[in-house]
């Protein structure tokens, strides 16, 4: 027979989430089943640890049962997303100058406008179908601006509030004095998370100091292949008439 001995979140040497239970047998198909998944599991990476017993203690000289088998399981499941919001924050204040709610699961269209001396903040909670605190491999947001020039930030989190907070005075110089549109966009994802999503939130229009003398340039944009693999314009060729020669 086989026996699930232990359940072990990713990270846990020894708790386990569940006691032994023995694995049925469906001798029909010679697999074993486990009826249901423990109900303490939530989404997440566990080990489950399997042992493999004889019915007949005389048979221990003559049959080897491998001992215990640890194998990776990744639980998956659709994540709860809400409380999403993007505001304009005054820089000296902190007060909220422009706040809008966003729809992570759905379409948005939210349009910005901030200068250097103001902040951007982006705020949004994740939790597993149990209600716990959920934190995927990436939370990225992703500004782009109109010339195609990238920039992207590592969203921290607090248990289930993660939260970031741009100002604009300290990354002028990131973002190569450039002003005009920035296309804004969130992505977060990971192997558990059913509902990964790259979601195109709207745009800020940022307006940016003039560049210093010396300040750094934006890096130059790799060519459209089109352009350099694509079709060239056709060559016409003028044949020139002959010269008459003396007879």
Do not use: C, W
């Amino acid at each position: 027979m086989v026996n699930l001995l232990q359940v072990l979140r990713s990270g846990s040497k020894d708790t386990s989430l569940i006691e032994s239970q023995e694995l049925k047998f469906d001798p029909e198909n010679a697999v074993y089943t486990l009826d249901a998944m423990p109900k303490s599991v939530d989404v997440g990476k566990y080990t489950f640890v399997f042992e493999m017993v004889l019915h007949d203690s005389d048979h221990k000289n003559l049959y080897a049962t491998g001992g215990r088998i640890r194998i990776p399981i990744f639980v998956t499941g659709v994540i709860e997303v809400d409380s999403a919001e993007i505001a304009v924050l005054d820089s000296d204040l902190g007060s909220i100058e422009t706040k809008k709610k966003i729809d992570l699961a759905g379409e948005n269209t939210v349009s910005l406008s901030a200068n250097h001396l103001q902040k951007l903040r982006l705020s949004f909670q994740l939790s597993t179908p149990l209600g716990h605190a959920f934190k995927p491999h990436q939370a990225i947001l992703k500004l782009t601006h109109e010339t195609k020039v990238e920039h992207m930030f590592v969203m921290g989190s607090s248990g289930k509030q993660f939260e970031i907070i741009l100002d604009f005075l300290g990354q002028v110089e990131k973002f190569f004095y450039l002003s005009g549109r920035y296309n804004v966009q969130l992505a977060v994802g990971d192997a558990v998370m059913e509902n990964s999503f790259l979601k195109a939130i709207g745009h800020v229009d940022l307006d940016l100091p003039a560049p210093p003398e010396k300040a750094p340039q934006p890096p130059a944009q790799p060519l459209d292949p089109n352009l350099i693999y694509g079709p060239k314009a056709e060559i016409a060729h003028i044949f020139r008439a002959p010269e008459k020669l003396p007879p």
